[in-house]
């Protein structure tokens, strides 16, 4: 038997029913001059009766010269787009409709010009904090103080699973749900939008809209089925509008009253500022809340329409009520739970891996399955340089990881997703016979690169750049991560079909004619092209898993023995020209025989090499040393090579690649199996790595020696890389047993 209160959930897991009803029942009034511990709530009580605590300012949500530090945020989407979201309660950084659009908000990247919506308590807090609800991606921001507790609640829109999308469709809104959970906090709301990476001008204004009639009709229909304490609310019909050249968003509101009288919001617009926008002030008292969306305002609804086309264009359209607005935010939880209860994981670090596994799927195009790289662009690898790059794409190298990481964790909708979008590109090759290194979430294949003198960049780090000059770059080692996808899909998803064979071989015959032609690797240096032992390796790869798939499968290959003997050959290569004897280790390339790379860590990760072959693990024992001892790793960090010493074309200080580590760590998980020692050391430089993801458990591309989180954020590379080492490192670790 189900009771009563198990069939009804209003808060969605947050709160037992049997809370809320309390909550709801009327207040008690004690003699005057009396009153329960944090209790304000009672009118009669005058809180300047009571002595104030001395409480220690501990918030993390200070701006540094106008700036929050990146680990500051936190991140919402709909696998459309995302939007970040800092400790602060301001989303300083949003791309709309999709990913690869212009920004809309990106004071990330300019203080001054970028355009900010924020919400924030008025008077001073002591402290902050921000997390997700669990296993989803909604995330909270809270402010704590003596005199009151507030919650901003901040997700976007996402139809549940088996919904029926034509009565139900997505919308794509922007929500913040700002609440008071105890006593009394004043707000201000700001909205300062900067359209077309700045480069828009755009005018605002308000606008009084009446009730609609479909509105009308709504709220008839809910004063008939909700309880009456849930009726006590009203909709704004004050809207502000954001207009430029090429877009036209609204900020809409609703307000619920709670046990008191309903908060008064108006908006105010100021033309003074760089960017024109809206603010107001208003204050909430327990209970009470205020929920902001801004969306892209939709056309007008025919009036002609018959009643079914009406009804369907409502649907895009809803009238704005309380119990809507409940309903998305049921929809979005339902659909964030139900997809993070497909996953298999249940080994250690559960509840990293599957923020990461979250972290992804927001990273996710839906309607194409791409995977960009980052959903952000200019963030610095060093502040103040000019690496300052767009990883708002798709990279061919990330494939083979991110298909092992779906399919690892049983997400094998995502990966089969993934794969047509792959396959789509193989089946459009340049005239050679090429893939471009990236692509664009829709599949475009030129990203023209140009700079934005308007933007002052994060902390000053200029250029600014949008688009990605390194899509035509020779990068030879891609076919060996596309081919290795292909092979774990086939493996572990389903089988490949025979056109995928077709675009096989001849990627395979491409990698045969052109696999000792200098290239510019993995780290997409812009200097001097190299014959880069990454590149080898990965060529390797493609042609190994090739011949792989040709036998698991019977696939016809008429050009066996070549592939047979290139792969040959390019082992010995590496092995004799890659690999130093006197500083015993794997080299950079073939060109810089006294220069270390991280990337030869990927070796035993592909079973290129065994994980005990001795020139592998002097190798690991030398990127182990510190930089000045010859090394890579520095505080447990590793850095891609030495970038005072070799020229990558770009000049500037970087960070330690956080995927590195997570690379070094595998490498020692895989060597560890067979020495024990390695496998301790992985583990504390994996548990190490874990502290320098943020307090959300998001990683950057990069790492600072101060411990500063660097480069666009989150990285879906290092997320991919840490979910392989987990797996990994928790496969191992639970069939060895240690010695006492």
């Known amino acids: 038997m189900t009771s009563e209160g198990e069939k009804r959930d209003r808060s969605y897991g947050c709160q037992l029913e049997y809370e809320i009803e309390q909550e709801e029942k009327p207040i008690e009034e004690l003699p005057e001059g009396q009153r329960y511990v944090a209790d304000t709530r009672r009118q009669s009580v005058n809180p300047e009766h009571f002595s104030r605590a001395n409480v220690e300012d501990t918030r993390s949500n200070m701006r540094k010269r106008g700036y929050l530090p990146i680990e500051n945020y936190g991140i919402i989407g709909n696998m459309r787009t995302i939007a970040l979201c800092g400790t602060d309660g301001s989303i300083d950084f949003y791309c709309y409709p999709k990913f690869d659009s212009p920004s809309i908000f990106c004071r990330m990247l300019d203080k001054e010009k970028g355009g900010h919506f924020s919400i924030y308590p008025r008077e001073k807090h002591s402290s902050n904090k921000q997390q997700y609800l669990p296993n989803s991606n909604i995330l909270l921001t809270r402010f704590l103080s003596d005199e009151g507790v507030a919650e901003i609640t901040d997700y976007m829109h996402l139809p549940a699973q088996g919904q029926r999308l034509a009565r139900k469709p997505l919308l794509p809104w922007l929500i913040r749900n700002a609440r008071v959970i105890r006593g009394t906090v004043k707000f201000r709301m700001e909205c300062f939008p900067a359209f077309g990476y700045t480069l828009e001008p755009h005018t605002t204004e308000v606008i009084h809209v009446p009730y609609s009639s479909a509105q009308e009709t709504r709220v008839g229909i809910e004063s008939k089925i909700l309880p009456k304490d849930e009726l006590h609310y009203y909709a704004g019909q004050d809207h502000a509008v954001f207009t430029s050249k090429n877009l036209k968003m609204d900020l809409r509101f609703i307000v619920k009253c709670g046990d008191f009288e309903c908060a008064n919001v108006k908006f105010n617009i100021d033309q003074d500022s760089h960017n024109g926008g809206v603010w107001c002030d208003f204050e909430l008292k327990e209970g009470q809340e205020v929920i902001f969306i801004l969306r892209e305002t939709p056309a007008e ?68 399955g791409a995977v960009v790289a980052a959903p952000t662009f200019g963030l610095p690898e060093a502040v103040g340089g000019p690496r300052n790059w767009d990883y708002r794409y798709v990279w061919i190298r990330d494939s083979s990881f991110t298909v092992y990481a779906f399919l690892r964790l049983g997400f094998t909708k995502e990966a089969d997703k993934y794969m047509k979008y792959i396959s789509e590109r193989c089946q459009d090759l340049n005239p050679d016979g090429s893939l471009n290194i990236m692509y664009s979430i829709d599949g475009k294949k030129e990203l023209e690169e140009y700079e934005l003198p308007t933007l002052d960049g994060y902390r000053s780090s200029k250029p600014v750049r949008v688009g990605n000059g390194a899509y035509d770059h020779l990068q030879l080692d891609i076919y060996g991560e596309l081919m290795d996808g292909i092979y774990l899909y086939n493996k572990y998803g389903s089988p490949i079909s025979y056109d995928m064979w077709c675009s096989v071989r001849k990627l395979a015959d491409y990698v045969c004619a052109n696999w000792n032609q200098p290239d510019m690797s993995i780290w997409e240096v812009r200097g001097r092209k190299q014959h880069f032992t990454y590149s080898m390796v990965m060529c390797w790869v493609a042609l190994d898993r090739a011949l792989r798939l040709a036998e698991k499968r019977c696939f016809p290959c008429q050009n066996r023995e070549k592939w047979q003997n290139t792969r040959d050959e390019i ?41 005990t072959d001795p020139r592998l693990t002097n190798t690991l024992q030398r990127i182990l040393l510190p930089p000045e001892k010859g090394g890579l790793v520095a505080n447990d960090l590793v850095f891609r090579y030495n970038f005072l010493t070799t020229d ?44 320098y993801g943020n307090h959300l458990g998001l990683f950057s591309e990069e790492v600072a020696r101060s411990g500063e989180l660097l480069g666009n954020f989150p990285q879906a590379f290092t997320h991919i890389s840490f979910i392989s080492a987990a797996y990994n490192l928790d496969r191992v670790l639970s069939h060895t047993k240690f010695e006492e």
């Open 648 to 691: 990558d074309g770009v000049g500037g200080l970087e960070g330690a690649f956080s995927m590195c580590t997570f690379w070094l760590v595998e490498a020692l998980t895989r060597a560890g199996k067979y020495d024990k020692p390695l496998l301790t050391r992985a583990v504390v430089m994996f548990e190490k790595m874990l502290s």
């Open 301 to 368: 609804i025919n009036s002609k329409l018959s009643a079914a086309d009406y009804q369907m264009s409502l649907s895009n359209d809803p009238p704005l009520t309380l119990s809507l607005m409940n309903a998305l935010f049921r929809q979005t939880v339902s659909f964030w739970i139900n997809w993070v209860n497909e996953s298999k994981y249940q080994g250690r670090w559960r509840e990293h891996v599957l923020r990461s596994a979250l972290t992804l799927k927001l990273l996710t195009y839906e309607p194409t």
């Open 571 to 611: 082992f010995e290569l590496v092995q004799t020209k890659c690999y130093n004897t006197e500083l015993k280790m794997f080299t950079q390339s073939i060109e810089s025989p006294d220069a270390l790379d991280a990337s030869c860590l990927i070796m035993p990760l592909v079973f290129f090499s065994s994980p």
